[in-house]
């Protein structure tokens, strides 16, 4: 059997539940560039795959989720720290990201974003040509 052995623990959870006022909570997020994508992972433990909705907006993107708590009125909680209901995060994307192909997948309680970087974004080479006649360069993208 669970015991609880901070009393001030769950007066620190009725605190913050009270101090949030529904607001959504956030979700825990990784962001880093692999080659020419941006992936970015959001921790989503307990959190059904139907019920993650994700939405572009211009170069905000929303990720929305929801985890439902314990809802039987018969069970009295011994310990209820797991957080539930909505969750919430916006990310700002750059102008040099390809918002229409986003790819989403989710495994193992983590939400895994990848972002292209747009192809006009992406470094290419720029060639010099000489022309030998004129003696003038030119210099073509």
Known sequence: ??????????????????LENGRPST?????????????????????????????????VLTVKAERPGLRREELEPI???????????QVFLGDTLDTDRISANYA?????LRIPVAERSK??????GHDAETGRTAIKA
Do not use: C, W
């Open 123 to 128: 470094a290419r080479k720029i060639s010099v």
């Open 1 to 18: 059997m669970l015991m609880r052995t901070d009393p001030f623990r769950e007066f620190d959870r009725i605190t913050q539940r009270l």
């Open 27 to 59: 979700m825990q997020m990784d962001a880093y560039r692999e080659d020419d994508d941006f992936v970015v992972h959001f921790d989503l433990p307990g959190v059904s795959p139907e019920s993650i909705d994700l939405e572009v907006e211009r170069n």
């Open 108 to 112: 193992d309680g983590v939400l895994t």
């Open 79 to 89: 310990v209820n720290e797991r957080p539930s209901g909505t969750f919430s995060r």
